[in-house]
């Protein structure tokens, strides 16, 4: 899979967890991929990782929504370290 498919992959298998609300850009907005006439946030796929950020749905414990994210997306992290970050909390 090519670095834009892969980028659209990784967000939609990260939205369809339960205890995602949304992407979000992290800090400062660093958390993106950038493809053609487009800004994705919430991931960033690079050589050696996968950076997934986060808005957290309230009423779970926030290790196991990451840890759900986690492993929602290795199977698409061709061996890359998946990193999330949850950035915000939003309440259902």
């Keep these: 899979m090519t ?3 892969l980028a ?3 967000a939609e298998r990260v939205r369809s967890c339960p205890g995602v ?3 979000s850009g ?3 907005g660093t958390v993106a991929t950038y493809l053609p006439g487009e800004r994705l ?3 960033a796929v690079r050589d050696d990782e996968v950076a997934i950020a986060i808005v957290a749905r309230a009423g ?3 290790l196991d929504t990451a840890d759900e994210v986690r492993r929602a997306v290795v199977p698409l992290a061709d061996g890359r370290l998946v990193n999330v970050s949850i950035e ?3 309440d259902s």
């Design 60 to 62: 779970r414990p926030l």
């Design 88 to 90: 915000d909390l939003e």
């Design 26 to 28: 992290g800090p400062f």
């Design 8 to 10: 659209h992959a990784i």
């Design 41 to 43: 946030k919430g991931v």
């Design 3 to 5: 670095g834009d498919g």
């Design 21 to 23: 609300a949304d992407l």
